[in-house]
């Protein structure tokens, strides 16, 4: 080492210097072709001036486009929002201009187009959503006992375009179940119970540990009227026309929609009711107001209070073994935690925050500016009441002729699709998914920086269970009876439990589950968890998180240049068979392939053969 500090700030500047020509000068710069024609029928307006058939306004489209065209004060001040009697904001168009300091320039990274607004694939995510609704409310513990989980089954396995398990393109294959209803595509998604680990296991923060249950919602939001079984119906919103529209135009929501019923809004929070996620519901709520990277920062924690290792080719001993790193034994006599260790991780996950949302911006509004659900629904009611200006809609059969959309109808007279958050999507385009984006971001650095292949241990693993209930005050007035829960180890259950089938918990006693399956069923709760509330489709929540894979991969190769000692690189099995996973044809990862990753190349480790398709030009 060198007293020299001039040395030292040029070997900063270099290393600052070759991390930005290798990932803005030497890597290919992928140009995405821009699918935002001019017809506000298929495209994002909320909060734009509407017709009174819940479409933009042709005008009020063109100023958006223009404003997003021209990037200034003046031209976003010059967008027809719909002011009266006052205006909800968008979110942040001109974050789709976002620079950033590490990691790939964010609109260089390669991502797929949505289905079309007329495609079966887009037809088949509105059924899947409308089923969601319907279900959001039924104990994944339940799946199995028929009712209108089967009814969603048998809908789903027969719809043209589904995308999900059972569909056309699950590598899997096979016939949808309840057991897969509903669930992602990844290795170790589509097993085990429906939640992640990640998400019920108390997070041991230090001294004061963490429960995961939640405050729920109850059913008598407005009135208060009391004694709701809050394992049943909870609030939905959004399926009365007039409500509709006002929200679509940008009221606020206080003006529309009552807020949701908190059980012990005001009363001492050791003393609230709460519970586990144990429905889609739940889930929503879980993924509601919760800063995106949250939930895998507290899955970090999770990780590091069991003593899960870190990549075997750090350049340290970890539980005696010799660093996986050719040449070199790994130091002995101190352990990692700046670089490579427990500070490296936490920090890490909250870095890719940013990137991850700034490209899930720059695809938002300036290339696909793709429709919320809610809003697609919109044209379907619209028809229905007759109300189009311009007649039908250029709506796929496979929507149509779906019975979801008439369950739904029975249930709500409507075709509007029931959402469980009062004010319904945020006031920014549907692809991708943020939080999506964010959970594969995150995910991706945990799968990287710890061992993925480390088994989960399954004396570790837990699933809540009833326990019995409370009677909460709600904020409307009156009680509400709530149903409670507490975690069970999963080799002390017997039989169904709230939050798991009996052969949901069966398969996670049986088999091997390793770090990165619970890691992949993570980034799939999240990425869909927001699915659960209506305001995201399928494919937002996938592509999302294959995005946000690809942007922590070149933030880690930057990353990488921040020490100095012997690494061969990480060891990451990505999400999907090739990197990026949004290549034609992609299967999930089920070999458990892996990549290198080192500061200047992306490529298959040296003691693996793989079938990792890499797509890195300086590979």
């Not at 586990?276 to 709520?285: K, Y």
């Amino acid at each position: 080492m060198s007293d020299d500090h001039h040395r030292r700030l040029q070997a900063a500047f270099l290393r600052r210097e070759r991390a930005a020509r290798h990932q803005l000068l030497e890597s290919t710069y992928r140009i995405d072709e821009t699918d935002t024609d001019g017809d506000p029928t298929t495209r994002f307006g909320k909060a734009l001036a509407h017709r009174d058939d819940g479409v933009p306004t042709a005008s009020a489209y063109a100023s958006l486009v223009d404003a997003l065209d021209a990037g200034t004060v003046e031209a976003y001040n010059a967008v027809e929002l719909d002011e009266t009697p006052e205006f909800r904001r968008l979110v942040e168009p001109h974050g789709a201009y976002g620079f950033e300091g590490m990691g790939a320039d964010p609109q260089a990274i390669h991502m797929a187009p949505p289905p079309s607004f007329d495609s079966p694939e887009m037809g088949a995510e509105l059924v899947e959503l409308y089923w969601r609704a319907l279900c959001r409310d039924v104990p994944f513990g339940t799946y199995g006992d028929g009712g209108v989980v089967a009814d969603a089954v048998a809908d789903l396995g027969g719809t043209a375009g589904y995308a999900g398990p059972g569909g056309a393109t699950d590598p899997r294959g096979g016939s949808l179940d309840a057991g897969r209803v509903f669930r992602g595509l990844l290795p170790g998604a589509g097993t085990g119970p429906h939640v992640s680990q990640l998400l019920w296991m108390d997070v041991p923060r230090g001294a004061i540990a963490l429960s995961q249950r939640m405050r729920v919602l109850a059913d008598e939001a407005a009135a208060g009227t009391g004694d709701a079984d809050v394992v049943g119906p909870g609030p939905d919103y959004l399926t009365d026309w007039d409500a509709w529209l006002r929200v679509q135009r940008g009221v606020p929501v206080e003006r529309t929609n009552p807020p949701p019923t908190l059980v012990d809004p005001d009363g001492d929070p050791d003393a609230a009711a709460t519970r586990h996620v144990v429905t889609g519901r739940d889930l929503a709520n879980a993924v509601r107001r919760q800063v995106p990277y949250l939930a895998v920062r507290d899955a970090a924690e999770i990780l590091l209070g069991m003593g899960v290792p870190f990549d075997p080719r750090v350049p340290y001993q970890q539980g005696g073994r010799e660093s996986a790193t050719a040449g070199t034994p790994g130091i002995r006599t101190a352990s990692p935690t700046i670089n490579y260790g427990a500070h490296d991780v936490l920090d890490s996950v909250v870095s890719v925050f940013d990137l991850a949302q700034t490209a899930c911006w720059y695809r938002k509004w300036l290339v696909h500016r793709r429709l919320r659900p809610e809003a697609y629904a919109g044209r379907l009611e619209a028809e229905r009441r007759g109300a189009a200006n311009t007649g039908a809609f250029d709506v796929p059969s496979n929507v149509r002729g779906s019975a979801a959309l008439s369950r739904t109808a029975d249930a709500f007279g409507t075709h509007l699709l029931p959402q469980a958050f009062t004010e319904g999507c945020p006031t920014h385009p549907s692809y991708p998914a943020g939080h999506s984006g964010v959970a594969g971001a995150t995910v991706t650095i945990l799968k990287a920086l710890f061992d993925g292949r480390h088994p989960f241990p399954v004396e570790e693993m837990v699933v809540p269970v009833a326990d019995g209930t409370a009677e909460g005050r709600m904020a409307g007035g009156g009680t509400t009876t709530v149903q409670l829960t507490r975690l069970a180890p999963v080799t002390a259950v017997s039989g169904d439990a709230l939050g798991a089938t009996a052969d949901a918990i069966a398969e996670a006693r049986a088999g091997t589950t390793t770090v990165n399956d619970e890691l992949n069923k993570l980034a799939t709760n999240v990425a869909l968890g927001r699915n659960w509330a209506g305001i995201h489709y399928r494919s937002d929540g996938i592509e999302g998180f294959l995005l946000g894979e690809q942007v922590a991969v070149r933030y880690l190769q930057d990353h990488l240049r921040t020490a100095d000692l012997p690494f061969d690189g990480y060891r990451l099995e990505p999400f999907f068979d090739a990197y990026p996973g949004t290549a034609e044809g992609a299967e999930p990862n089920h070999d458990r392939d892996g990549i290198l990753i080192t500061p200047d190349r992306i490529t298959t480790p040296d003691d693996e053969s793989s079938s990792i398709s890499v797509d890195d030009p300086a590979g």
